[in-house]
Nanobody, 124 residues
Framework: QVQLVELGGGSVQAGGSLRLSCVASGFTVRSYHIAWFRQAPGKQREGVALIRPSLNTAYADSVKGRFTISRDNAKNMVYLQMNSLKPEDTAMYYC??????????????????WGQGTQVTVSS
């Protein structure tokens, strides 16, 4: 069974850090394009970061220089390290997977496997 589970959300003050984990089962993350998306209340879901099988990465402009996506093949997990968090980073964060990379990378329709999400709340 192909499944993604997000871990590591929580509440933090502005300027703080959190690391989200995406645990995959039923497939190997090193062969897939894995992305993090987020959705704030009343807003559309948006792409945050992507890691490709080649380890090439992509980021939304709003998180460049603050967030880092990485992968642990041995643990079959993908991480999102979030530093210098801002209140506007508050959202439900989801990881998503696709076997075939497409452009633009942050189009939700590209991904056929999604996790249930983990909440991140940043207070000012």
């Amino acid at each position: 069974q192909v499944q993604l589970v997000e871990l590591g959300g929580g509440s933090v003050q502005a300027g703080g850090s959190l690391r989200l984990s995406c645990v995959a089962s039923g497939f190997t993350v090193r062969s897939y394009h894995i992305a993090w998306f987020r959705q704030a209340p009343g807003k559309q879901r948006e792409g945050v970061a992507l890691i490709r099988p080649s380890l090439n990465t992509a980021y939304a402009d709003s998180v460049k220089g603050r967030f880092t996506i990485s992968r642990d093949n041995a643990k079959n997990m993908v991480y999102l390290q979030m530093n210098s968090l801002k209140p506007e980073d508050t959202a439900m964060y989801y990881c998503a997977a696709t076997a075939s990379g497409s452009y633009p990378w942050d189009a939700m329709s590209n991904y056929n496997t999604w996790g249930q999400g983990t909440q991140v709340t940043v207070s000012s």
